[in-house]
Every structure is written in structure tokens, then in C-alpha cells.
């Protein structure tokens, strides 16, 4: 399998910026004066699937060799993966297929089938249903997109750490969420080349903290379950490309409650004004648990998504 490179990133962007315009990377004194840091929240929720998934799919589609773009590509997903490949694919008239976990995000699932792909029900949760799609790619031809192992994925998620160090020189830590571990791995990849100093902090559910164990223990460990409010963090098994390199680069992982998550929704609806899904207020739940450590820093806080379905914050607002 190909590296992870900085240079990679950089040829994505050329990819991805003829689709996408840089998502804001907004500053919000009022918020910062409560948490208080410096506290910059970069938008990947304004992208067109509502994550940041999306320059991934872009990237790897604009790279697939011609005659598998005409057999077709399969994927699993928890949503915002699955509809970054559907929407990729739509652009360049390839046949996708996306297997989700039954009780996905209803939502979600309509959307992906919006864009133009095919979608199967499978399994009880995202490694269940990724285990079908061995079956469907050697039925169909098919190809497996791996949501955290294709370079070209990481390569093309990784574009946005670019546009943090385009517009804060100056910071000091980004604060990302970790599910599969490919934005964290595109944000380690960019500090590492542009400034070493500045610090990656990951996040992860206290409810799906496999990364966070296996980092721990400086060892490959599975959990159980990933039963967490946030699609985006709930996976039970780390992925050895990711992992490898959130082992080396990555300063610190924060886990954060079910409770802590949704007061992080709660939270960027009243100091951003933006709806956030709950990885996507992930590194913002972090941020406020994390705050005395960060005092008079420049902090990046990514905003991963925005895919809340509507039960989903009609029960983190009654709760609030």
C-alpha cells in the first residue's frame, strides 16, 4: 500500500479545489472568551455532504484508473463517508454501492440514495457491515473503498489542515475527532511538514475509544461496541495505516462522554450558531473539558459535520 505523504496532500488539493472553495475558518470571541483560548472553528460542516468525508471521496474518485470507474466501487459506512463516495461518484458517473448497518441514520441513508447510489441494510453496526463488502466486490467486480486505508481518501481529507496553516500561521493546536482516523492522519501529515510544534489533539467517544486504547497500550485492541450519539466516532476496530500514524504523531486523545457530546451540540448552536452532528462537536466537547490546559493558545476546533438527524436533536435539546 502507498504512504501517506505530505506530498500527496498537496497534489489533492489541486483535485479538490476545483470542486470545493476552502470552508471558513472562523473566529468567535465570545466563545473564546468563555473557553479562554483563542477558539477558531473550521467548518467542514459547510461542505455540499455536510462533512469533511467529501474532499476524500473527491480525490480518490478523480484517481480511480478509468476501467474500474466503469465497474463500479462498493463501500461501508455510518453516513458521511458513504455519501462523500456517492456524491464523488455522481461526479464522475461511477455506480456506487453502500452498505450500511441496520438502524443507520434514516437520514443519512436518504441521502446517499439522493446522490445516486445503491444502499444495503447489513449487519448491526459499521464492521459488520463492511464485511459484506468482500462478498460484493468479488460478485460484482467491484471496487472496495476502505473508508481509512486508500491513500487517496487521506490524501484528500488531509486538504483541510492545509487551509488551517493558509489562514492561522500562528496556531498552536487543532483538536480533531477520531473515528476511522483519516482527518487526524491528514492534520498529523501537514503539522508535521509545515511546524512540528503545533499540537494534534484527537478525540474519541468514551463509548467507542478503540484507537484510544490501542494508543494506550501501544497495541491493536477491539472493543465490544461503539454504542455512541456520534455515527461519525463509532467504530470498534483500528485500522493499521491510520493507527501507525496517530502512534507516532498524534500528542494527545481526549475521550468524552455521551453527555459531554451532546452538550457539545448544544454548545455550537449557542456560541457558533451551526448545527453540528455529534462528532462533529466532538473536538468542541473536548475543547471545553481540555480548556485549562489550553489558556491563551491559538486553538482549531474542526467541525467534522453537520448530519444531525432531526430525533436525534429533538433529544439533545430536550435534554438540555
Known amino acids: 500500500m502507498k504512504s501517506i505523504t505530505f506530498h500527496g496532500i498537496i497534489a489533492a ?49 478523480s484517481n480511480l484508473p478509468t476501467e474500474q470507474k466503469k465497474q463500479g466501487v462498493v463501500t461501508a459506512t455510518r453516513g458521511n463517508h458513504g455519501q462523500s463516495i456517492a456524491y464523488a461518484a455522481a461526479q464522475f458517473g461511477v455506480k456506487a454501492t453502500i ?18 447510489a445503491e444502499l444495503i441494510e447489513h449487519g448491526n453496526d459499521f464492521d459488520e ?6 462478498t460484493l466486490q468479488t460478485e460484482r467486480g467491484l471496487y472496495y473503498v476502505h473508508p481509512c486505508m486508500e491513500p487517496a481518501l487521506i490524501h484528500g481529507v488531509g486538504t483541510y489542515s492545509l487551509e488551517i496553516f493558509e489562514s492561522l ?11 476511522g482516523g483519516s482527518g487526524v492522519c491528514g492534520a498529523i501529515t501537514v503539522a508535521k511538514a509545515i511546524n512540528p510544534n503545533v499540537k494534534i489533539i484527537g478525540v474519541q467517544a468514551e463509548n467507542a475509544p478503540a484507537i484510544y ?71 468542541l466537547a473536548a475543547a471545553f473539558k481540555r480548556a485549562d490546559t489550553l489558556a491563551g493558545q491559538n486553538i482549531v476546533i474542526v467541525m467534522s459535520g453537520g448530519n444531525l438527524d432531526m430525533e436525534t436533536l429533538k433529544e439533545v435539546l430536550t435534554d438540555s
Not at 18 to 25: D, G, I, Q, V
Not at 129 to 134: G, H, M, P, T
Not at 171 to 178: A, F, G, L, S
Open 13 to 61: 488539493r489541486k483535485v479538490v479545489s476545483r470542486f470545493f472553495k476552502s470552508t471558513p475558518l472562523t473566529h468567535y470571541p465570545e466563545l473564546s472568551e468563555k473557553l479562554g483560548f483563542q477558539a477558531y472553528i473550521k467548518h467542514e460542516n459547510h461542505l455540499p455532504t455536510g462533512s469533511f468525508k467529501v474532499r476524500g471521496g473527491i480525490n480518490f474518485m
Open 99 to 116: 452498505v450500511v448497518p441496520h438502524g443507520n441514520n434514516p437520514e443519512k441513508n436518504s441521502a446517499m440514495q439522493a446522490f445516486g
Open 129 to 134: 457491515a463492511r464485511e459484506l463488502c468482500d
Open 169 to 179: 500561521p500562528n496556531v498552536h493546536t487543532i483538536i480533531v475527532p477520531i473515528g
Open 213 to 283: 486504547r490501542s494508543w494506550k497500550a501501544g497495541e491493536h485492541i477491539e472493543t465490544d461496541s461503539c454504542r455512541t450519539i456520534a455515527d461519525g466516532l463509532a467504530t470498534r476496530v483500528p485500522f493499521p495505516t491510520p493507527f501507525s500514524i496517530i502512534k507516532e504523531g498524534i500528542h494527545d486523545i481526549v475521550t468524552v462522554s455521551e453527555e459531554e457530546i451532546r452538550s457539545g451540540i448544544r454548545s455550537a448552536l449557542r456560541w457558533t450558531h451551526n448545527l453540528a452532528e455529534g462528532a462533529g462537536a466532538a473536538a
